[in-house]
Every structure is written in C-alpha cells, then in structure tokens.
C-alpha cells in the first residue's frame, strides 16, 4: 500500500483493473526502482526455484536491483499465480512457470485462468527424451515403433503428466497406440523402467544425463533438435520426432507478470532477466544443473505459451 | 489420570445428558455428519466421472466414506457403546466456548498480521494471553511477547518468508 | 578397489577447518529448524542451496549434510518438551517422550532421542557406505505390485498404534484414508473431493496436519485446564508453580544400553525405508515404533517409555544416509532432499551417479566421510540444545501456551507461504482437540493419511501396467507374491498375540477389580 502511494506520485501511465482504488500509476522510466519479487509457484527446491535462484543472483548486478524468490506453492501451482494477480500491475512481481501451471489452469474451473498473465520472456525449453533400457526390443526409434505397432498397447511409458503429455501427442501424430502412466515426479517413472517394471519413461535431459549408459535415448519428444553439446552428453545422435513430421512438445520456462502491466515494463524487465542469462557466471551455473539457456523475447514466449495451452487443451483428455 | 478421578468424573455427570456423551451417543452424531459428507460427494457430477484406468472419480472418498460408516457402526453396538469416556464426560459449556474461543482468536490474530503487522500482533497475542490466564509479572509477559516475535521475524527473515511488517515499520522506514 | 590416495585426500578436505566450520553451522541450523513445527530440513536447505554456489565441494556438502541431520533430530527436541513434533517424522516421539517430559523425566527422554538418533544415523551411514550398490539393486525389484504389498504389510505391522479400543482406532483410520483423497486423483491428476475449494487441489499436506492434529490440539488442551482451575479458584491471580524445579536426571549409559532392541529396530526399518524412493523419514519412526511396540509388548510402549523415544527417533534418523542410495547407484534422487544434495553436486561439477565412483572418488569419499562426522556434531549440537530445551518444562503454563500457539500459527505459514495452510491447521486443532476428548488415538491417522495414497497410486499403476488384469497386477512377480503371504502370516501371528494379549489383561483387570474391564454403562 505505502509502495503505491510513494509511486503514484511519479508517472502517468495508468495500469487498468487494478485492485488498488484509484488510478495509481506507474513508472516505466526508472523502472526498476525498487526490489523485484520472484514467485515460485513450485516446492522449494525442485528445478523451477533452482532456475528462480540462479537467475535472482544475478538480479543486483545485470538488472540493477535486487530480485527477492518467494516460494508460494499449492493447488498446482494457482496458489502462487494467484498471489500474482493479488499484487499490483508494476512489474515488481514476476513468477516462473512451465507447462505445470497451464496444465492446472486448463484442466480445472480455478479462480486464475490460462490468459491471467503477461509474458515477459522464455528463459529455457527443454526437450523431454523417451529412454529405455539398452537391449530391448524398442531401444531405438524404428523397432519401438515396428513393436508398438505389432503389439498395439502393449508398451508401457511413464512420465510426470507434462512429460507424458509429449508421449500422448507424438504418439497420437504417428498413429501409435502405448500405455501411458503419469508418475509425480521423474525420479518414481525412471526407478520403475530401471526395475523394468515398465518399458519406458520420458524424462528430463538432465535425468537423461543423470542415467548415463543405464539407459538409452530413443527419441527427442521436444519442439526443436538437441544442441550438439546436449547430444554429445547423451551418447549419441537422438533422433528428433520433428525430423520424422511430428510435432513435439515444448516444455517452455516461462517468466510472467500480472497481465494488465505496461508494455514498456515488460520489456525492460524482459532486457533484464536477458542480461542475466547472457551473463558468463549465469551460463556456467545453469550448464552446471544440466540445463541450458534459450532464450526467447517477450513476442514470441507470448506465442509459444498460447500454443503450449493449445496443444495441451488437444491432447490432455488423453491422459484423463 | 488416575482410576479414581475417571471413576468420580463419570458418576458425577451420569444424570444430564448422558446418552449423547456415550460412545453411542456420540457416534450418532459423526454418522449423521459422514453420511452428510457421503450424500454431497454422490450426488456431485465429478464422484461419477469415469477416467481412463475405469474406475470413478469419486470411488477411492467413498471408500473412505463407507469404512467410517462402518467403524462407527461397529461403535454404536460393541461393548463399549455406552460407555462414557471420562474427558467426554467432563466437557462443559465453558471448555467448548475457550476451545472455539482459542481458534477464533488465533485466526482473528493471523489477520491482524496485515493490519499492525507480524510482530506488533504477536507480541500483543502472547503478552495478552498470558496475563489473561493469570500470569504475572507483566514485564515478563509483554518480554516473552516481544522475545517471541523478535525470534520469529528474525526466522522468517532468514528463510524467506513473506511477513507483512505493518505500518509500525514502514513509519520508521519512511 | 578404494585407491587410498583419494580417500586421504578426501580426509584432509573434510578435516580442513573451513569444512569443519560449515558442518556445524549446518547442524544448529538444522537442530534449530527442526525444532520449529512447520519448518523443516527440506526448504532450508533448498535456500542455502545458492549460498553454497561460491562454496567448495566439501563445505558445501558439510553445510547441506548438516542441515539435514540437525534437522531430522531437531524434531524430537520440540516433540519432547511441549508434545508438538517440529517436524512430522518427529509424531511418534511425542507419544512417550512428552510423557517422559510431563514425569520430569524431560532430560533422559531428550539424551535418549539423541543418542538413538546418532547410533541409528552412523550404523546406517555405514550401512550406506558398504552396500550402497547391493541395496540399491534391491529397491529397483520393487515396483509398483511390490510396493502394493509392503505398504499392506506396513500398515498390518502398524495394527498395534490403534489403541486399546479396536473401532475407535479403525474410526481414526478411516478419517485419515478420507482426508487422503482430497486433493488429485493420483493416476489422472484430476481434482477430486475438494468440496469445491480450488485450493485443495493439490490435497493436504502432512505439516498442517501435524501441527494441528498435535501442536494446537494439545495447546487447545492446555488452555481449557488453564482456565477451568482458574475459574475453579475464582479468577485470585496466581503465579503457576513451576511443575518441576529442575530439568531432570540425565540419561544413564545403562538405560541407553537397554534400549538396543528399539535402536536395532528402527535402524533396520529406517534404513530399508529410506533406500525405497517417496516413503521418507515418517514412515521409518512410524513403522520402527509400530513394530517396536508390536515386538515387546511387556514394556507398554506409549506410556512414556524411553524404548519408545528410541525406537521412534532410531526410525526416522536411520533413512537419511539410505535416502542418498538412490542418487549414488543411478543418479536418480529418491527423496527432495537427495534431490537438492544431487544439485549440490552438480553445480560444483560434480554429477552424481553409478559412475561417480570412478569419475570423481575424491568427492565421494568426502560425502561419505561427512555423512559420518556430521553425526558427532549433531551429538554436540544436539546435546547443548536438549539442555536448553530440558528447562523449558520450568516455563509457566500461561506463558507456555501463547508461545506454542504463536509458534503453530507462524509455522504452518511459513510452511508453504499460503493461507489456506493456516485455516487448515486451525480447524485439524478442533478435529485434534475433539479425538482427544472422544479417546480417538492419532496414530492411525496419519498412518493411513501416509500410506492410502501410495497404496491406491501403486494398486491403479499396477492395474494400468497389467492393463486391468487384476491377478496379474497384484502377483506380478515372486516378490510380490512373496510379501503378500507375508503379510497373510504376520497378519495370523500378530491376531493370535493379540489375542492372548487381551486375554491375559482381561483376567487381570477382572481379577484387580470388577469395574474396569467392562464397566457398565450409565445407569437407565
């Protein structure tokens, strides 16, 4: 409230709908001046606040203020966006986000709807990979199918419900048919195919990497090749479903704000958060969790979360 | 507790109302709650939705449903139906009153968080508390409080946690 | 096999003061955070996480070790002195350690929660050390028919927690398998029984339930007696005699010694427990006091017996080195914790994993060497901690109460950073306060608000897996068929002891006096 007031007193541009009676304004030309709030909508410690954290160290130093993470997880990750949406159109709340948070929004009436947010950039896509164990009849692209199709759901792949929903879609393109199980988390979907208690599990790259030569890497599931580097630490050339004409699954990170914010705020924070990411120490650090920086501006993570919500609203009553 | 004080308990309340403060008595009253519970989860469209493993949504709540239905069936007709448990026994008006009292005023203090602020509420919370249950000296009561929420905001600091500070601090802060 | 030269290199990294000095501020970190109810080891090391970016390898390692041991003892600390576990694998202990508390007995009843815990945590980091690939070929057999079982063999091991009236135990059960299933569907992540309250989606979460079912319930206890003797004396203000000048009679090495059926109980469960992936330090204490009750029933576990303080925090103490097998033998984490020590580990380069063996010896026998000292800091820590927390039974009720309740309130905020988790634990502190008055016991509560939602996630995985067939999906395998006429034994032995249990305290009781087998209902 007091933050509000100090900055009514500045600027002319009128943030719209806001909760805050009167028509507070706000800065764009200072911006950012004052501390940044970072939403985590996830438990501490999973690969969104690890993201959050990275990118918050570098906040004093490329964005010239502060960036604060805020864990507010609960109710598949609402709890937290709808703490966005409680806070005003200033820019100085942001939260990360994956295809989790749309995938709640999106299979459930919530108080917090798929277009509540503005996005301000991508900071990271990953491509999820389907992996089996070395030596079995579906270890590469061409026999899983040849098998799938032989034995039409017969092959049993585990995954996280964003990840499964990668297999669900490719899946569904190539005309296959499998036995999809959504695990929480990836580590129960890999325990049980290293057990061979399932055939498959779609995971993450850096699991895919964790696994080294337990497993094999049968196809890339993502929306875009592996990077030479990525292909490099999985052993090999993984095949890229978009190389056969399928579409794969984007699993974007996501940076958002409250939707009604000022443009001009979104793309200065967007210059910040960039800087951040093309900062050497930022890099290092994120290579270092198995993950890599691709970056996208604010125009075209706008597209790419509104295509995500789309193919998810195609293919998650498959998984229902 | 002693066998003694259970014994003079339940002769004591034996006369009023002593059907509703059996085990019988008492399992009557959740079996109208659960069954409560049981109607609104079947007639509600999304206990009946079939997913894709076939079965229902709502199959596994009422099983949870069913099984309480069952064990306070079996409570209302064991051996032990009406039997008095002796801290049932000694509930009174007042021990409801503080029980709910205690509750509201825990939830009328967390909202007071965003209005004085965290530690101006807690240290109001816990002197207020302890000087209403009789404690004295007050010095060490309104310390306690003070001690408590200066130790909790200095956690919440350290962790991260997001306490609204009030307007106390923000006057100091300008 | 182990090249000396690493390991050597590997002591004088640990033994370096700078490492020294972070493992022990791990320690009373975690020993602090612990005994704060709703805080727990997992978000603060998630947050020290960063901190240890510019750390070296070890430091970084003694730091997140420390937290994490420090903070599973920390639990019993609060457990003990005010009946409210800091932290949720810490419920057990309440049940004998705050008797002991209550008896003045607070100072043996926090040593032996101490040493029991360090014994159980050494003998399974040991356990770890030696096995760790063996152990780790083991937890992959079980799948999701295996896990089935083991948790209907837990679940009939832990028939004992239901207390001496067989339906009210059943009755608590039943509540907790009910709150289980509000939240998600856990095959199709559908929202399910959530009253139409968006916020439950994702169910509730133990920590609320905890601090409400124990915390505020047995404050909420605390204050009616408060002001009944109050009332009682017509309102004269008074100053509460303390109930005890003095914190207690330290634990002998004797009676720490006559506890080694409980220690060897919880460090046998815990460690199994901890190796399996989504089961966790609760499900140790829990299962390790189960059995350890089950086990003698000649002691009267429950009725503030130290055996009981062991065996519970032997439980949930002994799944912290098994919990990193997991991440070691295929660098996959089978815990947040192991998680978040995995990340610790790669952002100093280091990729955890079967191969860590030969790519990075150095750093492996650093994490193993710090898994060990780690436990004699936390016997110091621990140690200095129970001596303060021994004099808190001196604390004056009326002032012990707001501070509790304070203590609750900002705990299960902090816990998630959400609202909802405050109401929440307001209205489990009337469902706690009213199971108190009406006898029911918690224990089976939480057993099966732990256990239902794994066993219905593994029982419909199975059945997706075998594609509905249900004989399939339940013997899938020897093991599976194995552990479920397992079960079907321990199930017989355990009637029959009951049995004969009730028998003899029949007899007993009727031979004492007439009235308290069977009293009579009131009079009609």
């Known amino acids: 409230m007091f933050k509000t007031l100090k900055m009514a007193t500045v600027s002319v541009v009128v943030a719209t709908g806001m909760t805050l009676g009167g028509g507070a304004a706000f800065a764009a030309d200072d911006y950012p001046s004052q501390a940044i709030q970072f939403i985590v909508p996830y438990s501490a410690g999973g690969g969104q606040d690890r993201w959050a954290r990275v990118i918050a160290s570098g906040g004093s130093e490329h964005l010239g203020q502060s960036i604060n993470v805020e864990v507010r997880p609960g109710a598949g990750s609402t709890v937290g966006w709808a703490h966005l949406l409680s806070q005003p159109a200033d820019g100085y709340t942001m939260m990360i986000g994956s295809l989790s948070p749309q995938l709640s929004v999106l299979s459930e009436e919530l108080p917090v709807t798929h277009d509540d947010i503005a996005i301000v950039n991508i900071v990271s896509d990953f491509n999820v990979i389907l992996m089996s164990l070395p030596g079995s009849d579906w270890a590469d692209w061409d026999s899983m199918v040849a098998y799938a199709e032989a034995n039409p759901g017969a092959l049993t792949i585990g995954g996280t419900v964003a990840q499964a929903l990668a297999v669900a879609a490719v899946f569904d393109q190539a005309g296959l048919e499998g036995n999809v199980i959504t695990y929480p988390g990836t580590a129960a979907a890999v325990t049980d195919m290293l057990g061979g208690h399932i055939d498959m599990a779609v995971v993450t790259p850096a699991s895919a990497i964790g696994l080294g030569d337990q497993a094999v890497s049968v196809a890339n599931l993502g929306a875009r090749p592996n990077s030479d580097e990525m292909n490099a630490q999985l052993g090999g050339d993984v095949p890229w479903v978009g190389d056969m004409g399928y579409d794969g699954l984007p699993q974007p990170r996501w940076i958002g704000v409250h939707p009604d914010t000022p443009v001009e705020i979104i793309d ?40 995500a919500g789309d193919t998810i609203r195609t293919y998650l009553p498959l998984l229902q | 507790m002693s066998a003694s004080r259970k014994g003079g308990a339940m002769s004591r309340r034996r006369g009023m109302s002593s059907v509703w403060r059996s085990n019988r008595g008492i399992a009557m009253m959740l079996l109208v709650l659960v069954l ?139 | ?62 730091l997140l070790i420390g937290v994490y041991k420090g903070g599973v003892y920390g639990g019993a600390i609060s457990a003990i002195s005010f009946a409210t576990p800091g932290t949720a694998d810490a419920a057990t202990t309440v049940f004998d350690g705050h008797k002991l508390m209550q008896r003045g007995q607070g100072k043996k009843a926090l040593h032996i929660s101490l040493y029991s815990s360090v014994t159980a945590d050494v003998t399974s980091d040991i356990i770890t050390i030696i096995l760790a690939p063996t152990l780790a070929l083991i937890a992959l057999s079980f799948g999701p028919s295996e896990r089935l079982w083991l948790i209907v063999l837990a679940v009939t091991l832990l028939g004992a927690l239901s207390g001496d009236h067989f339906a009210k135990g059943m009755l608590a059960a039943a509540i907790g398998l009910f709150l289980a299933t509000i939240g998600s569907d856990p095959v199709t992540m559908v929202p399910r029984n959530t009253f ?54 330290p634990l002998t090495f004797r009676e720490y010694l006559s506890c080694w059926k409980e220690m060897l109980i919880g460090t046998g469960i815990g460690s199994f427990v ?83 063996f030969e790519l990075y010896p150095v750093a492996i026998y650093a994490l193993f060497i710090i898994l060990l000292v780690s436990n004699v800091f936390n016997l110091f820590i621990g140690r200095f901690f129970a001596g303060i927390y021994a004099r808190l039974a001196v604390v004056p009720p009326p002032l012990l109460v707001p501070v509790v309740l304070i203590m609750a309130l900002f705990g299960a905020y902090a ?52 594609r509905g067939d249900w004989m399939a999906a339940l013997f899938t395998s020897n093991l599976a ?33 007439g009235e308290g087998g069977e009293r009579p209902g009131p009079g009609h």
């Open chain 1, 268 to 307: 200065k924070l967007d210059e910040g958060i960039r800087a951040i990411l093309e900062a050497p120490s930022t890099q290092s650090l994120i290579r270092a969790l198995g993950e890599e920086v691709i970056y996208q501006d604010r125009a075209s993570a706008q597209a790419a979360y509104d295509r």
């Open chain 3, 481 to 513: 068929i194995a552990l479920a006429v397992f079960c079907v034994v321990v199930t017989i032995v355990l009637a029959r002891l009951q049995v004969n249990q009730r028998v003899k305290t029949l007899a007993s009781v009727r031979s004492d006096d």
């Open chain 3, 196 to 249: 139409g309250q968006w916020w439950l989606m994702d169910g509730i979460h133990l920590v609320p339930l905890i601090i409400g079912l124990f915390a505020v319930a047995t404050m909420l206890e605390k204050l009616v007696e408060l002001i009944r003797d109050r009332a009682a004396r017509s309102g004269a203000p008074q100053i509460v005699p303390p109930a005890f000048g003095k914190s207690g009679e």
């Open chain 2, 36 to 174: 409560a519970i049981g109607l609104s989860i079947w007639q509600s469209d999304w206990a009946h939705r079939v997913l894709r493993d076939g079965f229902r949504l709502g199959g596994f709540p009422m099983i949870g449903v069913g099984l309480m239905v069952l064990c306070i069936g079996v409570l209302m007709f064991d051996r032990r139906a009406r039997l008095i448990e002796p801290e049932v026994a000694s509930v009174t008006l007042l021990s409801v009153v503080v029980v709910l009292g205690g509750l509201v005023l825990l939830l009328v203090i967390f909202q007071l968080y965003w209005l004085l602020g965290f530690a101006p509420s807690v240290t109001l919370f816990v002197a207020g508390m302890a000087l209403a249950l009789g404690f004295r000296p007050v010095w060490i009561a309104l310390a306690t409080g003070a001690g408590t929420a200066l130790a909790l905001s200095l956690i919440a600091y350290l962790l991260g946690v997001p306490l609204p500070h009030g307007p106390l601090l923000a006057l100091v802060n300008g």
């Open chain 3, 1 to 62: 096999m182990v090249d000396m030269a690493h390991v050597i290199e590997a002591f004088h990294l640990v033994f370096a003061f700078e490492t020294m000095a972070w493992i022990l501020l791990g320690v009373v970190v975690g020993v602090g955070v612990g005994a704060m109810p709703g805080l727990s080891p997992a978000p603060a090391i998630a947050l020290l996480l960063p901190l240890t970016f510019t750390l070296s390898l070890p430091a970084a390692l003694g």
């Open chain 3, 274 to 356: 901890g190796i399996l992936p989504g089961l966790g330090a609760t499900v140790g204490a829990f299962l390790s006091y189960g059995v350890a009750k089950q086990m003698s029933p000649e002691k009267n576990i429950g009725s503030g017996r130290l055996e009981g303080v062991a065996a519970s925090e032997a439980g949930n103490n002994a799944t912290c080195g098994p919990t990193l097998i997991p991440l070691l033998a295929f660098g996959i984490p089978g815990s947040t914790i192991a998680a978040l020590l995995g990340g610790a580990l790669a952002i100093q380069g280091v990729q955890a994993g079967p191969r860590m």
């Open chain 3, 415 to 466: 816990y998630q950073n959400n609202h909802y988790d405050v109401y929440l634990v307001l209205g489990f502190g009337l469902l706690g306060y009213f199971m108190k008055v009406f006898n029911l016991p918690v224990a089976p509560l939480i057993i099966t608000f732990i256990l239902a939602p794994l066993a219905e996630e593994s029982l419909r995985r199975a059945l997706m897996i075998n």
